[in-house]
């Protein structure tokens, strides 16, 4: 299933004890309802963090529930996070797996230079080590190379979005990227540091770059060889788009995707 999240009404993605997780709330929503039983629940393919939003996540569930059914059930149900597309997939189908993600990170473009910004956008495009763009741990059994299919840096509106894609990714690498394309924007590091920091992770002495806060961060969608059904979305989205438009862009650009889809 295909599914949207104000990420500002959750404490991250994933399940959590005695925290509001948006895989906590489709679950339960699930369950109060039959779709599933105690022991099952809803997986999501991409995590996010606490105050990232999601305009197209995707999410698995076994049940035998009406097909037809099953996501007006859901939606009925649950609160800041929408499901707007289906697809029936095979029993190995784990939404973990995909083909690639998207994600968006909005910055606010006052006092930063788009030039200058540009000047570090293809650095993170290949194969890299992000050592010095994630929460790396280096004592945890995990590589910080990762490859980056595209970057790039554009207007949009008031903001400047940097929107970063490829397969798979470190915690905090889109929000740490984004961080270094601002902070060379406005002065505050320079693209050769950056080069520096990617080339030479265990010699780099420059500056640090922390990352961004997380409501700026959208997933814009996380692509599998799958042909979704448009879902309708109820009138319960329609209020609260209208009433928090002002407030989140997410609203905004989930307008959009459904209006398109």
Do not use: C
């Amino acid at each position: 299933m295909k599914i949207a999240y104000d990420g500002s009404s959750f404490s991250g993605s994933q399940r959590q004890p005695n925290a509001r997780t948006v895989e906590g709330e489709v679950t339960r929503a699930a369950r109060e309802i039959g779709i599933l039983g105690d022991e099952e629940w809803f997986q999501l393919g991409s995590r996010t963090d606490a105050g990232v939003s999601a305009l197209g996540n995707v999410g698995a569930l076994d049940t035998a529930f009406d097909p037809e059914a099953l996501v007006p059930a859901i939606n009925s149900q649950t609160e800041d996070a929408w499901i707007y597309g289906a697809a029936a997939v095979a029993d190995a189908f784990n939404p973990r797996h995909a083909k690639g993600r998207w994600y968006r990170y909005l910055i606010p473009s006052e006092a930063v230079n788009p030039r200058l910004a540009g000047e570090a956008v293809q650095l993170f495009v290949g194969e890299r080590d992000f050592t010095h763009f994630s929460k790396y741990d280096d004592t945890a059994d995990r590589s910080p190379l990762r490859t980056v299919h595209m970057v790039t840096l554009k207007p949009a509106g008031d903001m400047l979005a940097v929107d970063v894609m490829g397969e798979s990714f470190l915690w905090q690498m889109v929000r740490r990227i984004a961080g270094a394309i601002a902070m060379v924007g406005t002065g505050n590091a320079t693209a050769v540091q950056v080069k520096e920091a990617l080339a030479n992770p265990k010699g780099y002495n420059g500056p640090v770059f922390p990352p961004l806060p997380p409501e700026g961060l959208m997933l814009m969608d996380v692509e599998f060889d799958l042909k979704f059904q448009p879902e309708p979305l109820p009138e319960r989205f329609q209020r609260a788009s209208l009433q928090a438009r002002l407030k989140s862009r997410f609203y905004e650009e989930l307008d959009r995707r459904i209006t398109e889809a």
